[in-house]
Each structure stands twice: as structure tokens, then as C-alpha cells.
């Protein structure tokens, strides 16, 4: 059974940091695209960062850009991602996604894939 587990989130204040885990399972996440993706209250989701396993590329929301890293632990079939000098804007329920190679379309961004699976998602709060 395919499943993603993110965890890690939290209530932090402005200027902190935090570490979400995405943990994958009936799968290798070396073979997958996997997203980060958030939703605040009212507001569209947005992908934040999204990384193709196989060549290490990797997309940035232009207001995480310098803030959040993206990564791979390929042996512990884990995506992380690093997230420094919170704003209140960053809050918002965080999900991570993963698209299968053989569907990844080079017509759309690393984050913009019909991504296949989904996690529950984790919350991160940041307060001002």
C-alpha cells in the first residue's frame, strides 16, 4: 500500500525553525518527484518546494527561496523539508505529494505534475 506521513509541524514563533518529515512507504522515493505543498485558511494550495529524486532537481516558491531547503534521504525513503526564519505567512497545513517518474510530464513545472499521491498533511503555525 502507497502512503505518505508527513509530520514535524508545529506552533512556532516568527524567526524559528522547523523540520518536516515526509515518509514514504510501498515505494521508493528515489523513482518519484515528491512536493511540498501548503493551504492557508481561504487561500489556494500552493506548492512550496518539489524535488525530482532521480536528478536533484528542484523548485522553490519565489518566498521560501533562501528560507526552506528541500531534501532526500533516499535509505530512509524520507523527503525533509528545512524550514528557517518563519514568517506568519508561511502558515498553513503543509502536505507532501509523490508522482511516479514514467508519469512526470518535462511540459509542466516540478511542482505543477498531476501528483499521484498524497499525504494528510501537518499543521505549521507561525506566529508574529
Known amino acids: 500500500e502507497v502512503q505518505l506521513v508527513e509530520s514535524g509541524g508545529g506552533l512556532m514563533q516568527a524567526g524559528g525553525s522547523l523540520r518536516l518529515s515526509c515518509a514514504a512507504s510501498?515505494?521508493?522515493?528515489?523513482?518519484?518527484?515528491i512536493g511540498w505543498f501548503r493551504q492557508a485558511p481561504g487561500k489556494e494550495r500552493e506548492g512550496v518546494s518539489c524535488?525530482?529524486?532521480?536528478?536533484?532537481?528542484?523548485y522553490y516558491l519565489d518566498n521560501v527561496k533562501g528560507r526552506f531547503t528541500i531534501s532526500s534521504d533516499n535509505a530512509k525513503n524520507t523527503v525533509y523539508l528545512q524550514m528557517n526564519s518563519l514568517k506568519p505567512e508561511d502558515t498553513g497545513v503543509y502536505y507532501c505529494?509523490?508522482?511516479?517518474?514514467?508519469?512526470?510530464?518535462?511540459?509542466?513545472?516540478?511542482?505543477?505534475?498531476?501528483?499521484?499521491?498524497w499525504g494528510q498533511g501537518t499543521q505549521v503555525t507561525v506566529s508574529s
Open positions: 505529494a509523490a508522482v511516479f517518474q514514467i508519469n512526470y510530464s518535462n511540459n509542466l513545472g516540478v511542482c505543477g505534475q498531476a501528483y499521484d499521491y
Open positions: 510501498g515505494f521508493s522515493v528515489a523513482d518519484y518527484a
Open positions: 524535488i525530482r529524486n532521480w536528478d536533484g532537481s528542484a
